[in-house]
């Protein structure tokens, strides 16, 4: 299986941006435990991270027809965002929306999720830990080889 993991502005900030809300390990802890995951359960993965939009808009595009499933957290492009929305929905592809901190529980703003709407999945609140359940996810319940692991 093929995964691409995508994550959106900010997130490369983890472990310096307010780590009582998102945690204090690392971008690239984050990067090195899906790594770790994926290699240990036979995923091959792709890991992409822009502040831009029109870029993440494209990366999900360039998931058409290489990809198997992909593994997003827009960041703040996920209560604004309808260009991600589209662009999740033209490559039809399972997606899953991560989200390290609890958003139903913050600000009224964060109550919008546009891309939930392209999602079989959603998981939040779960720190850096629910990018690893989102690969599991897909694996299990969307895996082109339909092998159950």
Known sequence: MKIRVINGPNINMLGIREPGI???ESYATMLQNIKDYCA??????????SNHEGDLVDIIQDCYGKFDGIVINPGAYTHTSIAILDAAKAVGLPVVEVH???????????????IRHACVKTITGHGIAGYTEGIEYLLKNHNPDGAKK
């Open 100 to 114: 390290i901190s609890k958003v139903e529980e913050r600000e009224d703003f964060r109550q919008v999720s546009y």
């Open 22 to 24: 998102y945690g204090s």
């Open 40 to 49: 240990a359960n036979g995923v091959e993965v792709d890991l992409f991270q």
